[in-house]
């Protein structure tokens, strides 16, 4: 049955799923790494396709920005289409004088501005963490395949145009802000799939470098390859 956000049938999206930001990073990838792809969903122009990777069935589908948007097709994936192992393909920014722009950075864990864990736990601090099975993986693919690539901490933030020192997490580690990675890893822990973000530094807050179009392109390729021989890894 389609959702109200996904207008695919059951059976129509994979159990493993790259999740960009972008639909049209969603489009990009299926005509250019799958073959056979098919268009699963429209709904608010957020595309889905679901085709073969290396003779695996896999998905594609745009996620839109912010904790509230991926919460809102990552649940709908988990609950209502039985999705079991979910990589956002996202840009960030870095926070770290040695994260340098056209890396690759896996979120290990994700702290955010967001209130979504205390809204759950007043009481705790909950860490959001990658599933360290998808995070081995990637980083040993992005490794054999020679592309710099930190694994750390990572902040998801509420607001890309924010008034909070973001700078000051870099000084404890914290290598880079996007904006959605937390979410994936909260609902991954509440029901029990497997979750990693992995994003290429599309610009750098502490030198104010940032990439070209062109180069965003190819550094972005690098990033979907990582993504989805780590979704097809046995
Ligand atoms: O490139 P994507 O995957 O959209 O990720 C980053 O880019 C958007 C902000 O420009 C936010 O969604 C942020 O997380
Ligand atoms: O969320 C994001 C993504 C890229 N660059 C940033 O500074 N923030």
Redesign the pocket.
């Known amino acids: 049955m389609p959702t109200p956000h996904i207008e695919a049938q059951k059976g129509e999206i994979a159990d493993k799923i790259l999740?960009?930001?972008?639909p049209l990073?969603a489009k990009f990838i299926a005509e250019n790494f799958l073959e056979d792809a098919v268009q699963f969903n429209s709904v608010r122009g957020m595309l889905g396709f679901t085709g073969t990777y290396k003779g695996e069935r896999v998905s594609v589908m745009?996620?839109?920005?912010?904790i509230p948007?991926?919460s809102i097709y990552a649940n709908e994936l988990i609950t209502e289409y039985g999705v079991k192992k979910l990589i956002?393909?996202?840009?960030?920014g870095s926070l770290n004088a040695d994260v340098h722009i056209r890396d690759l950075v896996i979120g290990q864990a994700a702290a955010t501005t967001s209130a979504i864990v205390r809204n759950d736990f007043p009481q705790f601090d909950f860490p959001m963490l990658a599933d360290f099975d998808l995070l081995d993986k990637a980083y040993h693919i992005a490794k054999d395949l020679g592309i710099t690539t930190h694994v750390g901490n990572i902040l998801?933030?509420d607001l890309?145009y924010s008034d909070i020192d973001q700078m000051k997490l870099g000084e404890f580690g914290v290598k880079a802000?996007?904006?959605?990675?937390a979410g994936l890893y909260y609902l991954g822990a509440r029901h029990h799939v497997q979750t990693l973000g992995i994003?290429?530094i599309?610009d750098s807050l502490v030198t104010g470098e940032a990439t070209t179009s062109e180069e965003r392109q190819l550094t972005f390729t690098d990033m979907m390859k990582v993504g989805l021989e780590t979704l097809i890894a046995k």
């Open positions: 999740l960009p930001g972008d990073r745009g996620t839109g920005m912010g948007s991926i956002r393909v996202g840009t960030a998801s933030s890309f802000v996007e904006m959605e990675a994003m290429t599309s």
